[in-house]
């Protein structure tokens, strides 16, 4: 069990579900070494905190590693992917249809023109 530092950190259950859907590590050259529970608690505080990647505490990966993974899943579209794959796991856990099937625009945040009719 994983003992909780930070607000941010997951907790066991969460880690669970989140880590069957990170990319495996590349196949060839040396094996991975980092913890990736380490990493991706290093990205939620960063992101929870504000606080700049140089000043990442160093109970996570050096901040260069954490960033890395991060900058890396944005570009690659891990992040959304990761995002709908939770989705429809809660959709499907509340007997809802994997993917939602309508939505809503507020007229208020559409911006048609400059200027009204």
């Not at 160093?58 to 899943?73: A, E, G, L, M, R």
Request: aromatic content about 10%; overall charge positive; proline content about 8%.
């Amino acid at each position: 069990m994983n003992e909780r530092k930070y607000p941010s950190d997951l907790k066991d259950r969460e880690w669970a579900i989140l880590a069957p859907l990170l990319p495996p590590a590349k196949p060839g050259g040396r094996p991975r070494s980092v913890d990736m529970r380490q990493v991706v608690n290093g990205i939620f505080y960063v992101l929870k905190s504000g606080c700049q990647w140089r000043m990442l505490p160093k109970d996570f990966p050096h901040w260069k590693t954490v960033y890395h993974y991060f900058n890396t899943w944005r570009r690659t579209g891990m992040w959304q992917t990761l995002n709908s794959s939770l989705r429809e796991r809660v959709r499907s856990n509340l007997k809802r249809e994997r993917t939602p099937s309508g939505a809503s625009i507020d007229s208020q945040s559409v911006k048609t023109t400059a200027k009204g009719g």
